[in-house]
């Protein structure tokens, strides 16, 4: 069963906006991975915010948690093209290292 | 190698015919899984390998689905009799197997089409 759920499912936004993503998730956790994939195929990590971290900062990039919503955003400052892509949430489940992932949320990036 | 490998690409077989996948992580990275995405959809979990430990198999949707791990390197996941539903992108993916916070490398899956 997926675990975490992102929304939206798509994202259209300009070049130069800002792209808000959010996950929610439904057992507790040790961290929250975002990861972004490109064309269908290999998926690449972003960002590993742990349980009892609240907030986490790569670049352009901005993570959330809030453990006792059982949520986290993912928001992206000053969108460029190249930012179009699917980006997925994945959770651990306690102990096991088997990750649930999301169904994601395809965002576009308009030039 | 720099990173996690898989082969072939893209595969079209027939309906009823068997395929191997193959995966060859990252050197070093001890934890190995497979997943399968269908277009549009999420990562579905199929089968993990950490080090010498006995595989978790409970995503495999099938028994026509295994998958095998030589040497604690390279991983070969095969499918029997393939169905135009086993149709997806398959995905490999490695890491470290050090702990619980660490992030997974994947290869660029393979494509596998049945027809």
Known sequence: ??????DPQALSIQEGENA??????????????WYRQNSGRGLVHLILIRSN???KHSGRLRVTLDTSKKSSSLLITASRAADTASYF?????GNNRKLIWGLGTSLAVNP | GAGVSQSPSNKVTEKGKDVELRCDPISGHTALYWYRQSLGQGLEFLIYFQGNSAPDKSG??????????TGGSVST?????????????YLCASSSGQGVNEKLFFGSGTQLSVL
């Open chain 1, 1 to 6: 069963s997926q675990q975490g759920e992102e």
């Open chain 1, 20 to 33: 808000t993503m959010n996950c929610s998730y439904k057992t507790s956790i040790n961290n929250l991975q």
């Open chain 1, 53 to 55: 971290e609240r907030e």
């Open chain 1, 89 to 93: 949430c994945a959770t651990d489940e």
């Open chain 2, 60 to 69: 495999l949707p099938s028994d026509r689905f295994s998958a095998e791990r």
């Open chain 2, 77 to 89: 996941l095969t499918i029997q009799r393939t169905q135009q539903e086993d149709s997806a992108v």
